[in-house]
């Protein structure tokens, strides 16, 4: 059964960056062609999707963050990641990631708990 | 990018009616839509894909339909623990989520 568990610090001051790790179980990220996404949810509100990773490391952003978000893969570990720099109130939210359901097809079937970060100094 | 648009906000249903969602694209998404339901604390549960295919495990009393920019996801007989709010997502571009429609108990 795959897993997905969200993982980094749930306070991050303005202008710092938020990391957040995702620790994957049940599959190898780098054994198949799924792409693993992060996606967050301001309090209260609506769905957002920030970027897609392949474990080859091919990355797709949302463009109104791409000049802000990183998101890497470490195959060793298991794990993929989320940089976001510069943050400030309004990327406070729950960050979730997840994997998409078919290889390329940019839906998800498989979601992790979601972590959430507060920005506040 | 697609911006969806879900309506209504809030849907107030008795259990064992009808739930109807509704879901418009700003440009046609073809088949290429999504649903998800969100109960609170939880992460998205995908129920549909394609507009109109269950996912594993998903009761047959949802149902999805629609192409091009108007969908909707059906719930013939709400059970209570299908009160939780939905989102539609499209996956033709970069994904982007409708608002999400509320399905609370009248």
């Known amino acids: 059964q795959l897993q997905l568990q969200e993982s980094g610090p749930g306070l991050v001051k303005p202008s710092e960056t938020l990391s957040l790790t995702c620790t994957v179980s049940?599959?190898?990220?780098?054994?198949?062609?799924?792409?693993w996404g992060w996606i967050r949810q301001p309090p209260g509100k609506g769905l957002e999707w920030i970027g897609n990773?392949?474990?080859?490391?091919?990355?797709y952003y949302k463009s109104s963050l791409k000049s802000r978000v990183t998101i890497s893969a470490d195959t060793s570990k298991n794990q993929f990641s989320l940089n976001l720099s510069s943050v400030t109130a309004t990327d406070t939210a729950v960050y979730y990631c997840?994997?998409?359901?078919?290889?390329?097809?940019?839906?998800?079937?498989?979601w992790g708990q979601g972590a959430l970060v507060t920005v506040s100094s | 990018e697609i911006v969806m648009t879900q309506s209504p906000a809030t849907l107030s249903v008795s259990p064992g009616e009808r739930g109807t969602l509704s879901c418009r694209a700003s440009q046609s998404v073809s088949s290429n839509l999504a649903w998800y339901q969100q109960k609170p604390g939880q992460g998205p549960r995908l129920l549909i894909y394609?507009?109109?295919t269950r996912a594993t495990g998903i009761p047959a009393r949802f149902s999805g339909s629609g192409s091009g920019t108007e969908f909707t996801l059906t719930i013939s007989s709400l059970q209570s623990e299908d009160f939780a709010v939905y989102y539609c997502?499209?996956?033709?571009?970069?994904?982007?989520f409708g608002g999400g429609t509320k399905v609370e108990i009248k």
């Open positions: 990773i392949h474990y080859t490391g091919s990355t």
């Open positions: 997502q499209q996956y033709s571009n970069w994904p982007s």
């Open positions: 997840a994997r998409d359901a078919v290889p390329g097809l940019k839906y998800f079937e498989f």
């Open positions: 049940g599959a190898s990220i780098s054994r198949s062609s799924h792409y």
């Open positions: 394609g507009a109109s």
